[in-house]
């Protein structure tokens, strides 16, 4: 009985601190570049490291600059964690067990999204950055509650807004033949990568190709597996009104995930 009262407590405390993690690094961003011929990180089967099941999102900041906004997830599954501050002597045991057990759940979990995603027979090494979203996604909108500019209050953005991103899907479905080298410069490489200060841009792993379209008009295979590094949403225009709350919903096939999230666009 006490030991159902220290786990029962244990997982209360975990789900009232619910820290977010973002599992989609984001020091991929910015500065970081990929050579080739790079000794990555981890021997692997597969080239994604670790699929992620996510279940919330959030944004990075509410501070738009390029009239772009990071998007960070949530995963649904989590490593248990050791509570700061704690009266309770054996819970420290416990936090281990449930430590051991998580991680194998969490293997067969990862065995069985590689297999679903035919990501089980690279065999080689790859980098520890290599993560992706496992949700299949249909697709994203976005909503303000102000007028957009010729966009009234609660319309649809989707045909001004651009997911940036990347997903290795067609580097895993070539058999690991196609490469995308984000070294190749500004010629090859979207102006819309540029979303931090300067000229820092988002470069990700060679098997990440580049995601990039308006929400309209992206395919069920650009939302497969999207990941190595943090997405980014811009809005191909600059609003009037500098001040909106944004809902910003993905669609799953199997649930919605959404969040607001309040900005103010430069002027």
Known sequence: MK?????LALIGFMQRTCLLIIVIIALMGCEKK???NETPDVYSESYVLYFVEVDSIFFEDQIIYNNAIGVAFKPKYEYPR????????DVEALVY???AAFRKEEEVRQDSLRNRFNDNTYNRLTSHFNQSIANVFTGIDIISDQDFNSFEAGASLKGITKLIGASPYKFIQSGYKKRFDWNLGTDIIPEDYKVGWGDRRILYDFGYFPVCNT????TADDLMLLGGGMLHLRFTETPAIKEHNLTITFYASDTTI???????FPE
């Not at 929400?215 to 992206?218: G, H, P, W």
């Not at 959404?258 to 103010?264: A, E, F, G, K, P």
Request: zero cysteines; aromatic letters at 4%; proline letters at 7%.
């Open 215 to 218: 929400l309209d008009r992206l």
């Open 258 to 264: 959404s969040n607001t999230v309040d900005i103010v």
């Open 34 to 36: 990929h050579d080739l």
């Open 97 to 99: 067990e449930m430590r």
């Open 82 to 89: 050791m509570p700061d501050d704690s009266i309770m002597p």
């Open 3 to 7: 030991r159902q009262i220290f786990i």
